[in-house]
């Protein structure tokens, strides 16, 4: 139980391409889900927290116009790079948590994001 | 915020030794304290997770300890095969249930070797 599936699992695109990541809870609902970036031999800096039907908490430093975030249903939360350079070149991975209390956090398999 | 430090950054040991990773947190807030286990380009798995009523918690090879008063706890692998060889984060949370935001460790690279 508790898959997170995430896509696409690489993109490789053109600088001022917007590229947009899903991220879907398949066996479970999930009020909150959670966006990472990971550079390469680094740990995960948590870029955002996407609750269902309201707006996503970023933290500091995280450009909302550049990543937005929706989250419109318990299953599924999209992250869209807009307006993409090579500076957003990163491995992007989310995360999923599931209902009720004592819940952990699940991750997707991440989406490596080359921009050339 | 909530800082936590992890060590060692990089850690070797021979097949079947132990092997212990360290990692302190600034907020005596945080209760909940998951491990991670990544390996090359794939997603963090929860390896084992520990809340802050307990001291210690056990899974096979596997055990994490924590000292609240201190703020540190650690990640413990007994008889380590290669297939151990990966990163691991800590991480902790003000959530018993991780539904708060996690702040990640360094990383720690493990490599088991034959």
């Known amino acids: 139980g508790a898959v997170v599936s995430q896509h696409p699992s690489r993109v490789i695109c053109k600088s001022g391409t917007s590229v947009k990541i899903e991220c879907r809870s398949l066996d479970f609902q999930a009020t909150t889900m959670f966006w990472y970036r990971q550079f390469p031999k680094q740990s995960l800096m948590l870029m955002a927290t996407s609750n269902e039907g309201s707006k996503a908490t970023y933290e500091q430093g995280v450009e909302k116009d550049k990543f937005l975030i929706n989250h419109a249903s318990l299953t599924l939360s999209t992250l869209t790079v807009t307006s993409a350079h090579p500076e957003d070149s990163s491995f992007y991975i989310c995360s999923a948590r599931a209902q009720g209390g004592n819940q952990p956090q699940h991750f997707g398999d991440g989406t490596r994001l080359s921009i050339l | 915020g909530e800082n936590v430090e992890q060590h060692p950054s990089t850690l070797s040991v021979q097949e079947g030794d132990s092997a212990v990773i360290k990692c302190t947190y600034s907020d005596s807030a945080s209760n909940y304290f998951p491990w991670y286990k990544q390996e090359l380009g794939k997603r963090p798995q929860l390896i084992i997770d520990i809340r802050s009523n307990v001291g210690e918690k056990k899974d096979q090879r596997i055990a994490v300890t924590l000292n609240k008063t201190a703020k540190h706890f650690s990640l413990h692998i007994t008889e380590t095969q290669p297939e151990d060889s990966a990163v691991y984060f800590c991480?902790?949370?003000?959530?018993?249930?991780?539904?708060?935001?996690?702040?990640f460790g360094t990383g720690t690279q493990l490599k088991v070797e034959l």
């Open positions: 991480a902790a949370s003000r959530s018993a249930g991780g539904g708060n935001k996690l702040t």
